[in-house]
Nanobody
Framework: QVQVVESGGGLVQPGGSLRLSCAASTIIFAACDMGWYRQAPGKQRELVALITSGTTGGITSYANSVKGRFTISRDNAKATVYLRMNSLKPEDTAVYYC?????????WGQGTQVTVSS
């Protein structure tokens, strides 16, 4: 069983930055693909960024809406994945969820709220 816990959300002004963290309780973290998703009110959950497992080179991919502004990274020694968010926009407001995929199942955190507003 993999447990993931997000942190780092909050209220930020447009143009500001935040860094989200996701700690995973698993000794196989390095073998998990990790992702950040978000869900805004009244909308479906959408993929924001992915980073493949440490065993496959940590390849990253991003939604078009966040390319050039968000950066996903991972620290396998700390079993933690990060999402650095720069140049935040009001449309980035959502609950952000961390996902771990171990090749068989998906595991989700409880989410962390990010609100971009002046």
């Amino acid at each position: 069983q993999v447990q993931v816990v997000e942190s780092g959300g909050g209220l930020v002004q447009p143009g500001g930055s935040l860094r989200l963290s996701c700690a995973a309780s698993t000794i196989i973290f390095a073998a998990c693909d990790m992702g950040w998703y978000r869900q805004a009110p009244g909308k479906q959950r959408e993929l924001v960024a992915l980073i493949t497992s440490g065993t496959t080179g940590g390849i990253t991919s991003y939604a078009n809406s966040v390319k050039g502004r968000f950066t996903i990274s991972r620290d396998n020694a700390k079993a933690t994945v990060y999402l650095r968010m720069n140049s935040l926009k009001p449309e980035d407001t959502a609950v952000y969820y961390c996902n771990a995929h171990d090749g068989r199942q998906d595991y989700w955190g409880q989410g962390t709220q990010v609100t971009v507003s002046s």
